[in-house]
Each structure stands twice: as C-alpha cells, then as structure tokens.
C-alpha cells in the first residue's frame, strides 16, 4: 500500500517520539536529543500543529515533520514571521525510499496554501538543496553574528517574497524551542529503553558542517 500523510494525532506522540530517537541515535553525536524536542516543541507557543504531519505505510507511523513559528530581522528592524521545520525523520529501516521527500514537499505545499511566505532551516544541504532548498547566502539571510552557515538554508513559498524584505542582510532567529537544556535532555532519555551510545565517523563531519560559513560579500 502507498503510505499516507495526515495530521499528528495525541495518540501518536509516544511513537513519534520514539521512531525521532531511532532515526537521530548517533547520527549528530553520541545519543540524540531530537526526540526530546519533539516532546516540547507540542507546548510551545510557537509550534504550528497545523503543519505538524505523521507519514503511515501499512498503518503504522514511519515518519513525522513538525514546524514551529521563526522569523528575519532586515537592517532597519522590521521583523518578518516565516517558519522553521524540524525535526523530519524517517525510521532507520524505511529511509532512502522516497518517503522523507514525499513528507517534506507535502508539508511546503500546506505552508504555501496557508498564505506562509518562506521557510528557513539548519540541515545537510545534499538532502534539501534537491527539494528546492537555497543557499542562506542568496537571499542575504545570515546568523545572528552576521556570519552566513553553510547550513543555513532557505526556499520561498511565495516567489519574490524574500528579495522584498530589502537589499541588506535578514537576521534568522529560530524558535527558542531549540535551545535545549543538555541536562533536561540527558534525564528524558535516562526514563527511556537504553541504547548504546556510539562516536562514529559521520558526526565529525556534522561538526565540521555546522561550524562551516561562507564568506562575506556578494554571492555571486
């Protein structure tokens, strides 16, 4: 059967929750805390439960994506209300199959009827510069520092929208949902089932990849 996608459900939240530790468990550093985001990005005010979506093959839950409320702050101090989506997993045995694309564009194409103007994330751009992800740099969107992350990332809903908010740089700030506390996270995963923490090669790249930024100046 074809999977389906369809709005989170309170009797999904255990499975989401453990399907996010499954799919991030030693993927950025030893553990995950993912999971834990997820379980307080629902009481958040500035999490969107309308774009908060589960991805079922055979009736059972495989994935999620979950957005929250961000925004850009251009050079006269105008702040601009866009989103944010993670996290967005897949578990383990169902990845590489199509189905994180499928939840992914499927959620923009809701954003982008909803009157939502642009989305922004942190994230490896070989998984979205294919989905229509761009660079942070071509729309002169940078840090709070000023400094433009190879991980920072953007795609308009709404063409044009992002070029309007001004020539000089858009300061991103995400939701501040995704500042967590590394010792509240350690002790919700402490309640959980354990699972063997690992260093693996793949999160020395991840460091480098988040440390990353472009140079100033034109981008062209």
Not at 66 to 91: Q, W
Not at 208 to 220: L, R
């Amino acid at each position: 059967m074809e999977p389906t996608i369809r709005n989170e459900l309170p009797e999904d939240y255990r499975k989401v929750e453990e399907i996010t530790r499954k799919a991030f468990w030693n993927l950025h550093f030893p553990g995950c805390d993912e999971h834990y985001l997820v379980h307080m990005m629902r009481n958040h005010p500035d999490f969107l439960p309308e774009l908060d979506f589960v991805l079922e093959k055979d009736g059972e839950v495989i994935g999620n994506i979950m957005y929250t409320k961000s925004s850009l702050t251009d050079e006269n101090g105008s702040r601009h209300d866009i989103l944010t989506f993670g996290p967005v997993c897949i578990v383990p045995e169902h990845q590489r199959k199509g189905y994180g694309r499928q939840l992914i564009l499927h959620s923009v194409e809701v954003a982008r009827s909803m009157g939502h103007a642009a989305i922004a994330i942190y994230g490896n751009p070989n998984n979205y510069v294919k989905l229509g992800f761009k660079s942070c740099k071509r729309y002169n969107i940078c840090n709070a520092a000023g400094a433009f992350p190879s991980a920072l990332m953007a795609m308009e809903l709404q063409e044009g929208v992002l070029r309007s908010y001004g020539p000089g740089k858009l300061k991103y700030a995400e939701s501040p949902v995704y500042a967590l506390d590394p010792k509240d996270a350690e002790a919700y995963d402490a309640s959980l089932e354990p699972m063997e923490k690992q260093e693996l090669p793949g999160q020395e790249v991840f460091f480098i990849m988040v440390q990353s930024t472009m140079a100033d100046g034109p981008h062209e």
